[in-house]
């Protein structure tokens, strides 16, 4: 278990070193014979609402990630279980667990959508 969360950080810790980069790289410039001027380090996003959005609709895409290496680690459990009914019964858990997990995640992406879209954020 130690070993799933380390991995989930270090996603997070990845993810945090490459989105953030570009997403600061976006920010427009100043325009021509502006002698001050401050960028908006978010880009494009203007109002409390459209941060959430983008934080939520990141967030669930690294939940969604970590779903699919839920995936990948049932199956390998299953798969290297030798015959071992204990391993196959975790490995199909792990599995059952991880669809369940996905159902979940769609829906709440669903929601947040249709949320976000009622509001005109995006």
Known sequence: MKKIILSAWFLLLITGVV???????QTAGCPAG???CLSNPLGNI???QALMGKIINSVLGIVGSLA?????????IWMTSSGSPE??????DTLVWA???LVVIFAAYALTR????????E
Not at 19 to 25: D, G, K, R, Y
Not at 114 to 121: C, D, K, Q, T
């Open 19 to 25: 989105i953030v980069p570009q997403v600061l790289a």
């Open 34 to 36: 502006s002698t001050n």
């Open 46 to 48: 203007n109002s409390p």
């Open 68 to 76: 699919l290496l839920f995936f990948v680690y049932g199956g390998l």
């Open 87 to 92: 391993k196959v019964k975790q490995g199909r």
């Open 99 to 101: 669809t369940i997990g």
């Open 114 to 121: 249709f949320v976000l879209s009622a509001v005109a954020i």
